[in-house]
């Protein structure tokens, strides 16, 4: 968590890049992330040569090898783009000392051209994505600013277990500053659902509309929290560094930016890649354990621009949030959980056939366990749509007996497009019934979390909304008789007489 100093410092790097005419938060966070990398490049490599130093002042003298090195000896030469520096000149801790006009061309002319050839060498997972990065860094004064704060040792991106926490902070203000905040589901909502699915080191990962990949990174912290002992083992290590968690988005913007909060977060080699979700047929059915996401909703897709294998999931709808849970269910291995965000129509929908056929389906052919149904005002200000998260375990063979309602009616923020902290937070309740299931059992329907029977899901055609199955109770309320009120006018009409009489006679 980090705390409200290093929140100003972070605060103080965002006015500065807006006060420098760098007011697009889309770009500013795209070169923030770049100037994150570079540095990282260096930081990991004066670790390699720490450790190379300690064994040699320790009498063993192993010669260190430079291939795996990011930064060699000698000069970077790229005869097609006239450069020929010393590696040297690359290096974050030598060129933040560099005064601003030098370090600006330095970093335009020479470290960015040297990134971009990264990918080929797969050193890191991001370093695929920066053949397309762009130095986008007005003035010199402002690079310096930029280089300084990220440099700053209290800020957080020297420490492993804060960078994830600032770069999501850096994120946000993409949210705030009213620009791509719809690639962004809040924080809290995110932390909520990873809480509700509680992945463990046996889980496959995936969210098929990653975005910023906000769903994997915490559920990449959830485990490194929950999991530090079993991480020490070399087969668990190397399961969550290389095969736990994927991520496709169609934004190759989103796949650098989601595929460097995995990295702040300690995921090393996410598979993190461009794919047309929806649109492509690829070998990925049956493949994942646990699915957590946010897609795109309200848009519509032509049949014939879908995968087939999700059209015969679908029944040929053209609504994207009904496709994204039929291409969820070809994903999933069967026993594989899915937390997802839906909009309220999902649960609600009656003008459709297409909706009800997918409920259907995951009350009979699946297990539906839950539904939490939110308020609408979670993602304003981009959107008031109601939404809910629906939970579900793939089994093609049925198994639903009771589905879990909660009625979700603050999550600590004000619902108005200002979003201010507020004390009503349902949240923690949320988690803590959701983890004592068993004492739910006990719960009626006049409160605001019950489980219902399967067979009261058919009986109402298999309508999800809350208020089918909400009892509340009617208070009766007795009113003064006519004949009292029509009393009590004439005594108020007397007294209001005699008054005037008075008044009149004092005239």
Not at 465 to 470: A, D, G, I
């Amino acid at each position: 968590m980090i705390t409200g100093e290093i929140k100003n410092k972070l605060d103080r790097l965002w006015d500065a890049m807006w006060s420098n005419q760098m007011t697009n938060p889309w770009i500013d966070i795209q070169q923030v992330t770049y100037l994150i990398f570079i540095k990282m490049l260096d930081d990991n490599q004066i670790k390699q040569e720490r450790k190379y130093n300690d064994m040699k002042a320790n009498g063993i003298d192993i010669a260190m090898d430079e291939s795996k090195l990011t930064f060699k000896s000698g000069n970077y030469v790229d005869e097609e783009k006239g450069i020929n520096v010393p590696y040297n000149n690359l290096r974050w801790s030598v060129f933040k000392e560099f005064d601003s006009r030098l370090m600006f061309d330095n970093l335009r002319d020479h470290v960015f051209p040297f990134i971009k050839s990264l990918h080929g060498t797969r050193q890191t997972a991001f370093a695929n994505f920066m053949k397309d990065a762009q130095f986008a860094v007005t003035n010199p004064y402002i690079l310096s600013k930029m280089v300084v704060s990220l440099s700053d040792e209290t800020l957080g991106f020297n420490n492993k277990d804060m960078m994830g926490d600032c770069y999501e902070y850096l994120l946000s203000k993409m949210a705030t500053s009213g620009d791509n905040g719809q690639f962004r589901t809040p924080r809290h909502i995110i932390d909520m659902m990873v809480e509700l699915a509680s992945p463990t080191l046996k889980d496959t990962i995936i969210d098929p509309a990653m975005g910023s990949a906000g769903f994997l990174a915490e559920s990449a912290k959830f485990i490194k929290e929950h999991y530090a002992k079993e991480l020490m083992n070399k087969d668990n290590n190397k399961h969550f560094h290389d095969t736990m968690f994927t991520g496709f988005d169609t934004d190759t913007d989103m796949l650098r930016i989601g595929c460097m909060n995995m990295t702040l977060h300690g995921v090393e080699n996410p598979t993190i890649r461009y794919n047309n979700s929806l649109a492509e047929e690829y070998d990925e059915a049956n493949k994942y354990s646990l699915i957590l996401a946010n897609p795109p909703f309200a848009g519509s897709l032509d049949p014939s621009t879908v995968a087939p294998s999700i059209n015969q999931i679908s029944g040929g709808t053209k609504k994207t949030e009904l496709l994204f849970l039929s291409l969820f269910l070809r994903l999933l291995n069967t026993g594989g959980r899915c937390v997802s965000i839906i909009p309220v129509g999902v649960l609600n929908n009656t003008n459709e056939s297409a909706y009800t056929r997918l409920r259907k389906a995951l009350v009979e052919e699946q297990k539906l366990e839950a539904i939490i149904y939110m308020p609408s005002g979670v993602f304003q200000p981009y959107s008031g749509v109601q939404t809910g998260i629906l939970v579900f375990t793939k089994t093609n063979s049925g198994g639903t007996d009771k589905v879990w309602l909660y009625n979700m009616e603050a999550d600590g923020l004000s619902l108005d497009q200002k979003r201010t902290p507020v004390d009503a937070n349902d949240i923690p309740d949320v988690v803590a019934r959701w983890k004592n299931l068993a004492e739910e059992v006990n719960r009626t329907r006049y409160e605001k979390s019950f489980f219902v029977d399967k067979h009261d899901i058919v009986d109402n055609d298999y309508v999800f909304s809350f208020n089918k199955y909400q009892l509340r109770k009617i208070e009766k309320k007795t009113y003064t008789p006519t004949s009292e009120l029509l009393k009590s006018i004439d005594e108020l009409e007397r007294e209001f007489k005699l008054i005037m009489e008075e008044i009149n006679a004092l005239g």
